[in-house]
């Protein structure tokens, strides 16, 4: 009964490439959540997402920023030219519908900008 | 924009006290409020949850307590263990009957020995 699975755990990215982060959540959710936590801070609400559906991107950066979850497969945070400022962790969690008791979050993807 | 005011940012309990973090909140689609565990280096972890057709939920030494009039529930450690050490988040439903909850900015608890 595999939980949300994240990857990669640990991201590299040099500024300008393209960071892809992935979530697969748990079995019979349909509903995906995108965070960002900075070192010593909480998390930050990016994007709410159903199965090919952006339900909420009220937290998403205008630019550089998207994200998807498509009929088959994970669900896909995209960052594009990335910039030292997106170094962060980032989290996914996933429910069922009404998410409302209780979100699963993955273990996160540590993203690092050099 | 809905927030979710959390107290305190940081707290530091000696090893067999209580820990009590506390939460308020403005107008919810329903009433439902969970806490989350976060340890260093991982994700939060859904710890304890009160649906509000009772005051207080008591799991092992992990209790909430929820004051509907003042929109402020609290969670309460017992008998706090170094394990406790951790980031605690409240949470509560979006008023947008939306399926989000808005999350508290954490408490970073630290149990000393």
């Known amino acids: 009964n595999a939980g949300v699975m994240q990857n990669p755990r640990h991201l590299v990215r040099r500024r300008g490439q393209e960071a892809r982060l992935r979530c697969s959540p748990m079995?019979?959710?349909?509903?995906v959540y995108w965070y960002r936590q900075l070192p010593e801070e909480g998390l930050k609400f990016m994007v709410y997402l159903q199965k090919e559906n952006i339900i909420d991107e009220s937290g998403m950066p205008k630019e550089r920023f998207s994200a998807e979850f498509p009929k088959e497969g994970p669900s896909i945070l995209r960052i594009q030219q990335v910039v030292r400022g997106d170094s962060a962790a980032y989290f996914c969690a996933s429910s069922p519908p009404s998410g409302l008791y209780g979100y699963t979050f993955g273990s996160g993807t540590r993203l690092t900008v050099v | 924009q809905q927030q979710v005011k959390q107290s305190p940012q940081s707290l530091i309990v000696q090893k067999g006290g209580i820990s009590i973090i506390n939460c308020a909140y403005e107008n919810t689609a329903f009433d439902y409020f969970p806490w989350y565990q976060q340890f260093p280096g991982k994700g939060p972890a859904l710890l304890i949850a009160i649906r509000p057709d009772v005051s207080e939920k008591k799991e092992g030494r992990f209790t909430i307590s929820f004051n509907k009039s003042a929109k402020q529930f609290s969670l309460h450690i017992m008998d706090s263990q170094p394990g406790d050490s951790a980031t605690y988040f409240c949470?509560?439903?979006?008023?947008?009957?939306?399926?989000?909850?808005?999350f508290g900015k954490g408490t970073r608890l630290h149990i000393l020995p």
């Open positions: 949470a509560a439903p979006s008023m947008n009957r939306d399926d989000k909850i808005i």
């Open positions: 079995k019979g959710h349909s509903h």
